[in-house]
């Protein structure tokens, strides 16, 4: 398998989507497993793991923008 950085940016950007949505399927399966048991605290945790894989992704499938320190 090719690594993310050799690929194309429509590629790229593709399986970044694609891998970022399994993760993000697993971390709420995981939620709700937690919610259904009782454990808030875990329940809590995972939405914000969930929260933070979708910014990540978006993050890494936006363009660069060199900031302008002057």
Known sequence: M???QSLSAPNRTARILRESAIVA???????REAT???????????GVLYLG???MALDLTQ???QLDVA
């Open 2 to 4: 090719k690594s993310a």
């Open 25 to 31: 399927r697993a971390i709420s399966r995981h939620r």
């Open 36 to 46: 259904l048991k009782g454990r808030t605290d875990e329940a809590h945790e995972m």
């Open 53 to 55: 894989v979708s910014e």
């Open 63 to 65: 363009p660069h923008q």
